[in-house]
């Protein structure tokens, strides 16, 4: 760890407890949320009544320009352009940040009540070498190691930039990744859960886009809780209709265009 540029913050570990407490998450990635898409993040965070939320990509330079109404709000801001990630609790849940790493990616782990940790974050791109990409695996399971040991569950969301393919996840379009295969092993090892592949999760498809007059479509928004907890998974809601889809609108010459994120909202 002495390797990346983490902040960490001291944590009690008493045993293991699901809890009785229902937690409600809105997660996405927010594909430039600071940039006009922040009235649009509030107005979905309130009207899906989330005690939770992630939001990878928000393209934040600094952190304080994301506010959430009764909510505490947690970041990772890389140096580099782009990426920012959040984690905001809604403060009845006593949330307390446990770890943060911001260089040279971003990884969040914030604990809230009734022993669980929320992890998220933003997956190296699949273009990168080996040696680049790895170190992010390295780091989440070595939260989800630390987490286990102090007695915690972990729910995990993040743009994990990785395709499990058909055997994690029915009816994925792509077979499993470089990536996809780094995280399997995390999954394999750490005797996770991935929530996109169970019998509660309706919907598939987390990201939509057209390039070059052809449509691409995939599963890289990824939930995954640890087994201890997988019983108490009421419901995962991919939200394929864009409902509740991020969107930035502004006015032009030529009237009021609205652009919608190429990421359906978990």
């Not at 922040?38 to 009544?49: C, D, M, P």
């Not at 939320?53 to 959430?68: A, L, P, S, Y």
């Not at 939260?143 to 969301?157: F, L």
């Not at 005797?191 to 052809?214: D, H, M, P, W, Y």
Request: glycine share 8%.
């Amino acid at each position: 760890k002495d390797k990346h540029n983490v902040t960490r913050h001291s944590s009690s570990a008493p045993k293991r407890d699901a809890g009785t407490s229902t937690l409600k998450m809105f997660s996405t990635n927010g594909a430039g949320v600071v940039n006009g898409k922040i009235h649009s993040l509030v107005s979905e965070v309130k009207a899906t009544g989330a005690t939770v939320v992630t939001v990878q990509e928000t393209h934040c330079r600094r952190k304080g320009r994301i506010m959430i109404d009764d909510m505490v709000v947690f970041e990772a801001i890389r140096v580099k352009k782009g990426g920012g990630t959040i984690c905001a609790i809604h403060k009845d849940l006593n949330p307390k940040l446990v770890e943060e790493y911001n260089d040279p990616f971003e990884l969040l782990v914030v604990e809230v009540e009734d022993n669980k940790r929320i992890i998220t974050g933003y997956g190296p791109q699949e273009n990168l070498t080996e040696d680049k990409r790895l170190p992010f695996f390295i780091a989440l399971e070595e939260e989800i190691v630390e987490a286990t040991v102090a007695g915690k569950s972990v729910i995990i969301e993040m743009d994990a930039n990785s395709k499990l393919g058909p055997h994690y996840i029915h009816g994925d379009p792509h077979n499993i990744t470089p990536n996809g295969r780094l995280l399997a092993g995390v999954i394999e090892r750490q005797q996770l859960f991935v929530v996109n592949g169970s019998s509660v999760c309706k919907g598939k498809i987390t990201r939509r886009r057209e390039a070059r007059k052809k449509v691409e479509e995939s599963i890289i928004d990824i939930v995954i809780v640890s087994s201890d907890i997988i019983k108490d998974v009421v419901s995962l809601e991919i939200d394929e209709t864009k409902k509740h889809v991020l969107s930035r609108i502004r006015k032009t010459k030529k009237g009021t265009v609205k652009k919608e994120s190429d990421h359906n909202v978990l």
